[in-house]
């Protein structure tokens, strides 16, 4: 056997080099072998997998960690689970944050965290209490619980990813804060909602939802699919917020943000004779074909959803039109995920609606995107259902009465129903109560 080739020892090389014990070549920001293996450096940022393993003498700890000792209490008195964290690159029992470059990390949060609070707090609402708890309440909270910290910082990479594609850096950020976000986010979760924890729950389950939202416009591998995640990220929210509304309905911080959406007021439409009937003709041969202890969820999801759409297209405003993913029924993201047609289509006209806010860069492409590729899923038989939705997604220029067509509910008898018109407050009030009495006791 030859005698192995020996090399000079490099001492400033990348740690996943050392890790390997292979020799560095130093390149900056990108050494070569990380480059030719398509894996992250730390010579460029402060997320990087770490190549120990458990168990390995001298190995750090299987998990996200601060990457100096100036992190808040919480996330050193947090036991961390690797278990919970989301894949990012390798294993995510592989996943640590780098402390082998602190200034550069601190330099990168600390651009991250301004670029949050004057630039992308702003984008989550139009209203100015909404804005406000954004950008100084929620950041304040984050101090002291890791999980809203990490998010934030994810969805601002995400913000400043959308600004500059081309930059790594933040690619590597986004995915990197939100897995560490993810895996806090579920060992807080699973310790149970409490007054000490609510808001912060509450507002990293916001930006978990922003997120999965903002993540569409970058997926563009293979073909289409449903975006679940948006769906189920929102229907989070709400969940969050119904099992900890004890505390957060007395909530300084959140209760602007919550105040902000208005309460809910749909009209059934018995009659049929509102602008998206149509989308609901044929139902009931379709119940039908259901099993019996299906059909009056099934029913219920499918006009509930059609409900909201009119609501939201006779005013749509932001606020309005984004409850959508959170409001709609379980059993609805079931038939989604199933491509039940009918749901697709009324899933595409929520989509067609975000047009009128595609100025969002959260929401920018959104319409177009889901909506055409949906159309792509469904069977010739329903497109003449889409006719609406396509016209709006792919609508250039601004939104004349002509195209988004007049709400014929102003001519129509409304018969809203009476928990469905009230204070946003007393709305999730009752919500809760109806929630809590359908806990089985333990």
Same mark, same amino acid.
């Given at each position: 056997m030859p005698p192995r080739r020996s090399h000079k020892k490099s001492k400033a090389g990348c740690q996943r080099c050392k890790n390997r014990k292979i020799k560095c070549d130093e390149v900056h920001p990108v050494c070569g072998n990380c480059h030719k293996h398509g894996v992250s450096c730390d010579f460029e940022g402060p997320l990087t997998p770490s190549e120990n393993t458990p168990g390995t003498p001298g190995a750090p700890t299987p998990s996200f960690v601060r990457n100096d000792s100036t992190s808040h209490a919480s996330s050193t008195s947090t036991p961390r689970s690797p278990s919970t964290a989301l894949p990012f690159n390798q294993n995510p029992s592989q996943m640590v944050r780098a402390n082998f470059n602190p200034a550069s990390s601190r330099l990168l949060e600390l651009k991250l965290m301004h670029h949050f609070t004057a630039i992308t707090s702003q984008t989550f609402s139009d209203t100015p209490e909404q804005k406000l708890a954004w950008q100084l309440a929620i950041p304040s909270l984050a101090y002291d619980e890791q999980c809203l910290m990490d998010a934030i910082l994810a969805v601002s990479a995400l913000h400043l990813r959308a600004l500059q594609p081309g930059d790594q850096?933040?690619?590597r950020a986004s995915h990197g804060y939100m897995a560490s976000a993810l895996a806090q986010y579920s060992l807080l979760l699973n310790r149970g909602v409490s007054?000490?924890?609510?808001?912060?729950?509450?507002?990293?389950?916001?930006l978990i939802a922003f997120q999965a939202s903002a993540s569409r416009r970058f997926d563009e591998d293979g073909g289409y699919t449903i975006p679940l995640a948006w769906f189920h990220s929102f229907q989070g929210v709400k969940t969050v917020v119904m099992a900890s509304w004890q505390w957060l309905r007395t909530s300084d911080r959140i209760y602007p943000i919550i105040?902000?959406?208005?309460?809910?007021?749909?009209?059934?439409? /018995?009659?049929?004779?509102?602008f998206f009937a149509p989308l609901l003709e044929g139902m009931e041969e379709q119940l039908e074909a259901l099993p019996e202890s299906q059909r009056a969820e099934t029913r219920q999801a499918y006009e509930h959803s059609v409900a909201f759409l009119n609501w939201s297209h006779q005013l749509p405003a932001r606020n309005r039109i984004l409850g959508f993913a959170a409001t709609v029924s379980r059993r609805f993201v079931e038939l989604l995920d199933q491509q039940d047609p009918r749901a697709l289509v009324i899933a595409s006209c929520f989509f067609a609606l975000t047009k009128v806010v595609d100025d969002v860069w959260w929401l920018q492409g959104i319409a177009k995107k889901e909506v055409n590729g949906i159309c792509s899923l469904l069977?010739?038989?329903?497109?003449?259902k889409m006719e609406w939705p396509l016209r709006i997604a792919n609508h250039e220029g601004p939104m004349d009465e002509q195209t988004w067509g007049k709400?014929?509910?102003?001519?129509?008898?409304?018969?809203v129903e /009476?928990?469905?018109?009230?204070d946003v407050r007393d709305?999730?009030?009752?919500?809760?109560q109806i929630m809590n009495e359908q806990v089985p006791p333990d």
């Open positions: 850096a933040l690619i007054a000490f924890n609510a808001e912060a729950l509450f507002s990293t389950s916001a105040n902000s959406q208005p309460a809910l007021s749909l009209n059934l439409d /018995p009659e049929r004779k509102s069977p010739s038989s329903w497109w003449p709400s014929g509910e102003s001519e129509v008898a409304v018969k /009476p928990w469905m018109a009230c709305h999730i009030d009752l919500l809760a």
